[in-house]
DNA sequence: TTCATTATTCGATCATTAACGAAGCATTTT
DNA sequence: AAAATGCTTCGTTAATGATCGAATAATGAA
């Protein structure tokens, strides 16, 4: 028998198994909140080994779903762009009416949203706050991609110690793109220091065994005041 | 380490790697044609045995993605619904825009972008300017992802039964996007009902065994009148 | 410097599943 | 009735691809 229909448009199968592999399908669910996360922590979503993740995360790339920013000795991997957000919810929409199975969102999300460490700084809402709270009181300069240091103010009500950080080759201010805000947060030495010091004073703390910092009331009021 | 992010939505990979099988994905592209199709049409489509094709039918249909009517010894496979045909015609879209290589230009595909069936409406050129036809006279109202209806008076020129077809659940007007022209075009009952009258009054006629719509010349210039 | 961490590549193994021959069942044809 | 057709199920084979251990490279921390 001969083969009748055209075959048209493009080839929608390596799409749809680049999207069909449970690994790569959790990867790319994960990415979905918007946030740029680690091969490492991606890998963990998967419940893969990181070799696995990193085979999977080459193939997206290739794929072009997904894209990476190498920063440090991590890869922040995200959504190559809207369009492969935007398929991927279709699908799940689509998936969702085909099969009554949902997942709820569970409160932790909201949380991670809010306030958690990205690698040893204070990301999310609260980073963003962080960051614009000393901004806005000139206790940080920016320039385009350039930061320094402005009054010192601040990091002294803290009783951070300024001068040893200085020492360090470290540097201590350097920004870090949040994909969840789509905004430059604070990172460096000096970022690490001051999350660290709202543990210590009591303003916050780490949830264990997550990303997730938790802001006590009188914590968060503190913050407010100290960045007001 | 232990999972952090909360996995929101359904799972997406069962979906996925089920379009994702090239075998699959040829029968579901025959599909999109809206013609019901028997076993045997779409194992040479798919270019792999009887037994091969009846596996893959089997979970298709198990997916909730194809259905069939049994009529004697045959089975006419066809898509569940329009939601499968519309999740398809995305992921053509989005493949097309990552893998421009892939499109091919065939002689006969001239025709295929000319006009063609979406599943059951009008697609191609001739479906963009149906669109644009309905939109400049009103007879639809697009906002932004949403679409209604307008002055219905080129639909009663048409002799359309309007009332009966919004008694229905199915929506009558949706967006569908056309790959080929990266633009939106009609879909839903109204557009179907469109194209079958199209054809009843001889404006146009499918080419059998193809999706190509053939527009004689006096039905083309109807076609315009009746969008002047 | 040295050690730990992050992520990659290589190589081998293992699991999944697509594929098809053969057989079985149902329906239509002769 | 028997034969032919359409489709499926069974059982086996083969190939694709996911997975992980080990090694490598690069960066950060001490």
Redesign the pocket.
């Given at each position: 028998m001969k083969v009748n229909y055209m075959r048209e448009g493009p080839d929608i199968s390596k799409v749809a198994?680049?999207i069909?592999?449970?690994?790569?399908a959790n990867i790319l669910t994960a990415l979905l909140s918007g946030k740029a996360?680690?091969?490492?922590?991606?890998?963990c979503e998967?419940?893969?080994?990181?070799?696995?993740?990193?085979?999977?995360?080459?193939?997206l790339?290739e794929g072009k779903l997904v894209s990476?920013n190498?920063?440090?000795?991590?890869?922040?991997?995200k959504l190559m762009d809207e369009d492969v957000a935007s398929l991927l919810e279709s699908i799940m929409v689509f998936a969702a009416s085909k099969d009554i199975l949902k997942i709820r969102t569970g409160p932790k999300d909201v949380q991670l949203r809010e306030a958690r460490i990205c690698?040893?700084h204070l990301a999310g809402e609260m980073g963003i706050a962080l960051f614009d709270g000393l901004l806005r009181n000139g206790a940080i300069e920016v320039e385009g991609e350039y930061i320094g240091l402005g009054d010192t103010e601040i990091f002294e009500t803290l009783e951070i110690d300024l001068a040893s950080l200085q020492k360090?080759?470290?540097p201590i201010l350097r920004l870090c793109l949040d994909w969840s805000m789509r905004r430059h947060h604070l990172a460096g030495?000096l970022a690490?220091a001051v999350l660290e010091r709202f543990v210590e004073l009591g303003w916050a703390k780490r949830v264990d065994g997550t990303r997730i910092i938790e802001f006590t009331p009188n914590g968060r009021k503190s913050f407010e005041n100290l960045l007001a």
């Open positions: 198994s680049l069909g592999d449970p690994a790569r996360l680690t091969a490492r922590e991606l890998a998967a419940a893969v080994t990181a070799q696995t993740a990193s085979a999977h995360l080459s193939k790339v990476f190498a920063s440090g000795r991590h890869r922040y991997y690698y040893n360090q080759r470290r030495s690490q």
